[in-house]
């Protein structure tokens, strides 16, 4: 049995989603106070690293389920119609995590070309987490 592996999967995604520079998210951060930043980083990885400090944090696992207004587990503030724009550590499970997305019919989503790091790297002010 041929399985399809993660790097053609992500790949898929990425043709299929919107990809943005840090400088486009600053822009936007900036522009649009309606976005929403989620960061879908394991808890550990935000305690070891700090998050960006106006991102809400959504694990990865929980994402569909929090974001779903059918689910019990849906939290109201990341809203169906405010833009979101999604990070990890790289930008292989944003990737996937945007297109997930999409396949649930969210619009107007995107996530950050380089992860955190290139984030971290543009100067956003981060939040330690405890």
Not at 3 to 14: D, G, H, P, Q
Not at 48 to 62: E, I, S, W, Y
Not at 73 to 91: G, Q, R, V
Request: hydrophobic letters at 40%; a positive charge.
């Amino acid at each position: 049995m041929m399985i399809k592996s993660v790097s053609e999967l992500v790949k898929e995604a990425m043709e299929q989603i919107k990809t943005i520079s840090v400088k486009e998210l600053k822009i936007i951060m900036e522009t649009n106070r309606k976005a929403v930043i989620i960061d879908i980083r394991d808890i550990r990885e935000l305690k070891k690293t700090g998050k960006v400090k106006l991102a809400k944090h959504v694990p990865r696992g929980m994402l569909e389920f929090w974001l779903d207004p059918s689910s019990p587990y849906f939290k109201k503030e990341l809203t169906i119609d405010k833009p979101k724009i999604l990070y990890c550590a790289s930008n292989w499970r944003s990737a996937l995590a945007v297109k997930t997305l999409q396949d649930m019919g969210f619009k107007n989503i995107c996530h950050v070309e380089g992860g955190f790091k290139a984030i971290e790297d543009g100067g956003f002010e981060i939040e330690i987490i405890n």
